[in-house]
């Protein structure tokens, strides 16, 4: 059974928010180092769609993997993009404490409780920040 990682999820992200184009697809990815064709990207890539943060530009399912019944996997380049929830969610995860508080008190948890506390803990430290400048 494979596990977030959350810094794969973290790298991923902000790969594809770095993309020069508002859309990017596999082949930019595995430019930006990020190997397309192993389970790793998969299983993250699958959980990123499945929650919204990543979607095709046609807004038609999937990511461009097709696996046929003997397990062979398939590839088409489909433009994709980062969606509105995915550029809050690497937003909140570039934050320093929001990311130090991840990676030490949530470091096992899913991609959708990780998106629920780095926004709560990314208001809350706006918040704070907020009521410093206004006193």
Same mark, same amino acid.
């Given at each position: 059974?494979?596990?977030?990682?959350?810094?794969?999820?973290?790298?991923?992200?902000?790969?594809?928010?770095?993309m020069p184009?508002?859309t990017?697809d596999i082949e930019?990815? +595995?430019?930006a180092?990020?190997?397309y064709?192993?389970?790793e990207?998969v299983?993250?890539?699958?959980?990123?769609?499945d929650?919204?943060?990543?979607?095709?530009e046609?807004?038609?399912?999937?990511?461009?993997l *097709?696996?046929? %019944?003997?397990?062979?996997?398939?590839?088409?380049? %489909?433009?994709?993009?980062?969606?509105?929830?995915g550029?809050q969610?690497?937003?909140a995860?570039?934050?320093k404490?929001?990311?130090?508080t991840?990676? *030490?008190?949530?470091?096992d948890?899913?991609?959708?409780?990780?998106w629920?506390?780095?926004? +709560?803990?990314l208001?809350?430290?706006?918040? +704070? +920040?907020?009521?410093?400048?206004?006193?």
């Amino acid at each position: 059974m494979m596990k977030v990682d959350i810094d794969y999820v973290k790298n991923l992200l902000e790969a594809c928010e770095a993309m020069p184009e508002p859309t990017f697809d596999i082949e930019a990815l +595995k430019a930006a180092g990020i190997e397309y064709d192993d389970d790793e990207f998969v299983f993250h890539m699958q959980y990123l769609d499945d929650l919204g943060f990543i979607e095709r530009e046609d807004k038609d399912p999937g990511f461009g993997l *097709t696996r046929s %019944l003997d397990g062979f996997k398939s590839w088409a380049v %489909l433009p994709l993009r980062l969606t509105a929830r995915g550029h809050q969610f690497i937003e909140a995860l570039r934050n320093k404490e929001v990311w130090a508080t991840i990676k *030490t008190g949530f470091r096992d948890a899913s991609i959708e409780t990780l998106w629920g506390v780095s926004k +709560k803990l990314l208001e809350s430290y706006t918040e +704070k +920040k907020l009521q410093s400048i206004l006193g």
